[in-house]
């Protein structure tokens, strides 16, 4: 079961370089989730996604971009990295229970730096 | 005002002692409402579902208040193992989706 998981764990890249996250979950969760948490700082939400093919902004969607082809998958872009874009960026997802939305499980993020 | 409101803390408690934390939201539609832990920039983990009824696990009880709009976690009986944040969440209807929302916070040291 090998439920959210987000590769690579650890990226250093360079300013102006674009750059691929990848997340992938095994429920076939309807929702998934990018969030970004900056050193001292809380989660805020870059995009997400409500089903295939189905995206939208969150709190902080500026120099990102996401598509969602597959249930399963969620890779979010940065188009061309900026020094204010090194954080630890976190998947998620979550499903139905009901009417209401479950709760999110969480991949084990991602450390970014942009040098 | 904020969404969801939490006290950023730091709560500094001794190992023992009850902790209690608050996180109100501002809109009535309002629907689900959980407790997650996180510590030191590791994923977040569910901790709790908050239920209208209340719900009770081992040494923590969240409870939910809907006239006031908060949630509220309860911790009893601290351990050192307790310290990290807690972040409560709100899902709220929009738009035909459900609008996902972190407080940004509290953070919980359990001094021995």
């Not at chain 1, 082809?69 to 990295?81: D, R, Y």
């Not at chain 2, 730091?10 to 939201?25: D, I, L, R």
């Amino acid at each position: 079961d090998a439920g959210i998981t987000q590769s690579p764990r650890y990226k250093i890249t360079e300013t102006g370089r674009q750059v691929t996250l990848m997340c992938h979950q095994t429920w076939s969760h309807s929702y998934m989730f990018w969030y970004r948490q900056d050193l001292g700082h809380g989660l805020r939400l870059i995009y997400y996604s409500a089903a295939a093919d189905i995206t939208d902004k969150g709190e902080v969607p500026d120099g990102y971009v996401v598509s969602r082809s597959k249930t399963e998958n969620f890779p979010l872009t940065l188009e061309s990295a900026t020094r204010s874009q090194t954080s630890v960026y976190f998947c998620a997802s979550s499903d139905w229970q009901g009417a209401f939305l479950d709760t999110q499980y969480f991949g084990p993020g991602t450390r970014l730096t942009v040098l | 005002r904020k969404e969801v409101e939490q006290d950023p803390g730091p709560f500094n408690v001794p190992e023992g002692a009850t902790v209690a934390f608050n996180c109100t939201y501002s809109n009535s539609a309002s629907q689900s409402f959980f407790w997650y832990r996180q510590d030191c920039r590791k994923e977040p983990k569910l901790l709790m579902s908050v239920y209208s009824s209340g719900n009770e696990d081992g040494r923590f009880t969240a409870q939910l208040n809907r006239a006031s709009q908060y949630i509220s976690l309860l911790i009893r009986d601290s351990k050192l193992s307790d310290s990290a944040t807690y972040l409560c969440v709100v899902n709220t209807p929009s738009g035909g989706y459900q609008k996902v929302t972190f407080g940004t916070g509290t953070k919980l040291q359990v001094i021995p």
